[in-house]
């Protein structure tokens, strides 16, 4: 095998599949990428065997190509490239060895036989759709920070994507927070598949569109010069509709920075088990409170639009700041039906197309 590239091009691809690398495996093989060489084109392709992904990129100089496969460990890979300054690559196989060269660079690898490498799985053909690429990206964005890292809960570590009657939605939860976003667009078909959040990681975002196929175990993403394939995380997901309250007769408007700072400084004396930081809210005024044992507490009264019951209800402050991160609006409304009953958080006034919802369960106060 040999073929001569341009570096930032073949840094730039094989930076897009190192993501796919599993940090941890009894595989060794698996820490390793697939390059293979035809006459006018070179791909790299990883796995950790539930995501794969390929990259294809056209050779301009077909007079140094031979064809050829060959594996190679790919941080290690990635090290090397990122220290060249040359601006081309020669990558050739010499015996037992695979040769990379740039400029003054000469660095061997020790060949791995590329029969070793595991076979690519087959494209889902089942469902098929398009979507921009811009619209995966958004709802992984707002979606993700509320997803379990708990592995013993499965499907909720997972985002729940499902398009049906031209409206694209994507859940999240963790059983304490939910993220709920809703696109409606020209999507046709029907679909629902609980999707592993690594795969919106290795997408090319300077891709513009991606045709979506899916079947009851895989669903892949095809994109121009990029391939992304995945196992599907098994359901069934959280009947998330039913913890979302159907009536919250209190209101409160707040702006969103002014409560964000509020909430930071009060978090300053959150309980550490917890993180609780406690709403009085009345018609004038919400005044929140935290305290702890080894530290104190701390008062902070804030003016609002607050329309209701007087209520006293408290919350996780950390997970209420990083819902807020993820709100844009100058104005944040949030919905509370009783002290005991999750508190939904929106957006306020907004032109954009996408429809947010959060919701966060409240902490018992004794």
Known sequence: MRCEIERVIFLENLTGVIGALPARTTYPVLQNILIEVTKNKLSMAATDLDSYIRKEITLTSEKQTEPGKVILPGRKLLEACREIGAEKLMLSTAENNIRLQSGPSDFLFASLDP??????????????????????????????????????????CGLFFEVKEKKATVVATDGYRLAMVKKTGDFSGKFSAIIPPKVFTLFPVEEEKVVVTADPAKIGFAFKNTTVISR??????????RVIPKKCPDSLRANREILTAALRRTSVFAHPVGRLVTFNLTSKELTLFAQSPELGSVTESLSCQYEGENLKIGFNVNYLLEILRHIETEEVLMEFSGPLTAGLIKPGQTSSDIEKLFLLMPIHLD
Do not use: C, H
């Open 232 to 241: 599907l995380i098994e359901g069934p997901y959280p009947d998330y509709e």
């Open 115 to 156: 029969a070793e490498y595991p076979e690519p799985p087959a494209q889902p053909s089942d469902s098929k759709l398009e979507f921009p690429l811009s619209v995966l990206l958004e709802t992984y964005d707002l979606t993700n920070f509320a997803a379990s890292r708990d592995e013993s809960r499965p499907a909720f």
